[in-house]
């Protein structure tokens, strides 16, 4: 009988422009979450490269097809670990179109499958649809020894559609590799991104009930100043374990059955109206 807790590594990295040593790093990020305890542990997004989205389309831009280098290193990383790893995300390249795609392995080293990146930001500093086309595979949750895992990459985590589907498809836990910053060209005339990234993810933890995983870069590249700040939160909404800004490998311990009883007791699926929910597939923009 699978036990209820569960123990969740985050690698909160920075990136340099050499391909090669960021994927040793992150391999050995991995392997040193998996010697602290981690059973599931996840990279960031984009975790081989710096952050080339802030330009627009550049042809030098690492593109990588699936199987490939990235992914027989990370195959090898949790197969000799002993871990479910979240490979963060890679810019795939594939024979229809090229797409932001994070691949899941197993511990013995076999994919469990991969998921395509839905939502595709495009505005200041963050050009991904010059780049990346929306995912064309739906929303996916992998069975893993350890727990049902959802995977969702970054601009995802603004969608409650997203989150509510994953949870649907029997999700305990969703892992949001991300590469969010600051930018000294924009003005947070809103208030605290870092705030609101960090709020929308605990928000889908609780009215979803579920357990949630964000992982950030860290550093600056160009004009952009990545945060770090990852967290892991249980399914009440609760901060169990956070990053600062700095490279570091943080590992969390999560009781899983907390995601039952709170779905028990505040009956949040079982008093959906979904008779009523139609508009939500016909209304593009708000009335």
Not at 142 to 152: M, N, Q, S
Not at 198 to 215: F, L, P, Q, S
Not at 216 to 231: H, L, Q
């Amino acid at each position: 009988m699978r036990s209820s807790l569960v123990k969740i590594g985050i690698v909160q990295m920075s990136m340099s422009a050499d391909i090669a040593k960021n994927l040793e790093k992150a391999t050995v990020m991995a392997g040193e979450a998996a010697s602290k305890g981690a059973h599931i542990v996840c990279l960031p997004e984009l975790f081989t490269t710096q952050y080339f989205a802030q330009r627009r389309f550049d042809k030098s831009a690492h593109m990588e097809k699936i199987p490939g280098p990235a992914t027989r290193a990370l195959s090898r990383c949790a197969q000799e670990n002993k871990i479910v790893l979240v490979g963060g995300s890679i810019f795939e390249k594939s024979k229809k179109a090229n797409y932001n795609t994070a691949c899941v392995f197993g511990p013995d080293g076999s994919m469990l499958g991969n998921y395509r990146k839905m939502h595709i930001p495009h505005d200041e500093e963050f050009f991904e649809q010059d780049y990346f086309a929306p995912g064309d595979g739906g929303f996916k949750v992998f069975p893993t020894p350890f727990a049902k895992i959802g995977t969702l990459i970054c601009f995802d985590q603004w969608f409650p559609e997203a989150a509510r589907i994953n949870a649907l498809m029997g999700a305990q836990i969703l892992f949001y590799p991300t590469a969010i910053a600051t930018s000294s060209h924009i003005e947070q005339a809103e208030g605290s991104w870092q705030d609101a990234w960090e709020t929308v993810m605990r928000g889908h933890a609780i009215a979803n009930n579920v357990a949630v995983c964000a992982v950030n870069r860290v550093g600056t590249e160009g004009d952009m100043s990545f945060w770090g700040g990852s967290f892991v939160s249980n399914a009440w909404g609760k901060v169990v374990a956070k990053a600062d800004d700095q490279e570091r490998v943080i590992v969390a311990e999560l009781d899983l059955s907390l995601n039952k009883g709170v779905r028990s007791g505040w009956g949040f699926f079982r008093n959906r109206r979904i008779d009523s929910y139609g508009l939500i597939s016909k209304l593009k923009e708000p009335i």
